[in-house]
C-alpha cells in the first residue's frame, strides 16, 4: 500500500512518549494560521513511500516506543496508516496521531469513513485539534496550543467520553 508522506524523521522526542519514530505525512486542508509544516499542506507534494518500506525503516529502528503521524493531517491517508498501524501495533510499539480534527469530529466521520474508525481504533494518543496561534504554548508538552489534547483514546472508546492522557496512568472513572 502507497502513502504520499512530506517526511520521516527516524528519532524524536518532541513528538510523543519516549524515543519515536516520525512519519509526516503529506496533505492537510486545515491550513492553521503559524503552521510550522506548511510544506505539508499540498496534497499532491511531497513523495510516495512504500508502507512496506516505511515498515523496513521502523524494524530497523533499535529504540523507538513507538510511531507517530503527523502532517499534514493523517486522517486524509487513513486506510494507509490504519494498516501501517497494525503492523507497528504487532512489534508492540505504540502509535502517536496528530489531527487538525477534534476526537469529536473523527467519531462522526468514523461513522460514514471505516478507515478512520480503523486508524483512530489502532491510536494510542491522539492530539486533537487545530494549532492555534495565538494559544500558543511553548511549555506543552507534544502540542503546539492549549486547545489541543493529549487523548487516550482506548480508554475514550471504551468509556463513551474522552479521558485525557498522563504519563503516569490512564483510567476510566466509569468502567
Given at each position: ?5 512530506a ?95 477534534v ?14 474508525k ?7 494518543i ?18 503546539g ?31
Amino acid at each position: 500500500m502507497e502513502l504520499r508522506i512530506a517526511g520521516i524523521v527516524k528519532e524524536s522526542v518532541v513528538d510523543g512518549p519516549g524515543l519515536r519514530f516520525v512519519i509526516f505525512t503529506q496533505g492537510c486542508y486545515h491550513h492553521c494560521r503559524g503552521c510550522h509544516n506548511v510544506d505539508t499542506h499540498d496534497p499532491a507534494g511531497g513523495r510516495v513511500i512504500h508502507t512496506d518500506e516505511i515498515m523496513a525503516m521502523v524494524n530497523s529502528a533499535k529504540l523507538i516506543r513507538g510511531v507517530t503521524f503527523s502532517g499534514g493531517e493523517p486522517f486524509l491517508q487513513a486506510e494507509a496508516l490504519a494498516y501501517l498501524a497494525d503492523k507497528i501495533k504487532a512489534k508492540g510499539l505504540n502509535i502517536v496521531t496528530y489531527s487538525g480534527y477534534v476526537f469529536e469530529q473523527l467519531l462522526t466521520m468514523a461513522v460514514g469513513r471505516p478507515a478512520v474508525k480503523e486508524l483512530l481504533h489502532k491510536t494510542d494518543i491522539l492530539v486533537d485539534g487545530p494549532f492555534q496561534l495565538e494559544k500558543r504554548d511553548l511549555r506543552l508538552a507534544f502540542r503546539g496550543s492549549t486547545n489541543q489534547r493529549l487523548i487516550y483514546v482506548p480508554d475514550s472508546l471504551k468509556c463513551g467520553h474522552i479521558v485525557l492522557w498522563d504519563e503516569i496512568t490512564s483510567f476510566c472513572s466509569n468502567a
